[in-house]
């Protein structure tokens, strides 16, 4: 069974950083691209960025994250990560990791998900 552990959340102030991990095992991580989706309070799912499984190629969800979050992955620790720079209370919420059935991003269903770690911006 596929396993996908987050760990990285906490509370930080407005302005802060914070870099999200994503540990996986049961399947081969290399075969597959990889996405981080939260959900902030009382709303719903939404995809924040994705990677290929090779780790070359990298989307980010609009302008609002774009510049300020940065995905990554380290094959030969079958890790991915998200860098969480210049936080807004906005960005308040679950993230989750989440598994693609296909080395790409697009164009392919979530077929695994973490559990999520809660990321809270407040002052």
């Known amino acids: 069974e596929v396993q996908l552990v987050e760990s990285g959340g906490g509370l930080v102030q407005p302005g802060g950083s914070l870099r999200l991990s994503c540990a996986a095992s049961?399947?081969?991580?290399?075969?597959?691209?990889m996405s981080w989706v939260r959900q902030a309070p009382g709303k719903g799912l939404e995809w924040v960025s994705g990677?290929?499984?090779?780790?070359?190629?990298?989307?980010y969800h609009g302008d609002s994250v774009k510049g300020r979050f940065t995905i990554s992955r380290d094959n030969a620790k079958n890790t991915m990560y998200l860098q969480l720079n210049s936080l807004q209370t906005e960005d308040t919420g679950m993230y989750y990791c989440?598994?693609?059935?296909?080395?790409?991003?697009?164009?392919?269903?979530?077929?695994?998900w973490g559990q999520g770690t809660l990321v809270t911006v407040s002052s």
């Open positions: 049961e399947f081969t991580f290399t075969d597959y691209a």
């Open positions: 989440a598994k693609h059935a296909r080395q790409w991003v697009g164009y392919n269903r979530l077929d695994a």
């Open positions: 990677i290929n499984s090779g780790g070359t190629s990298t989307y």
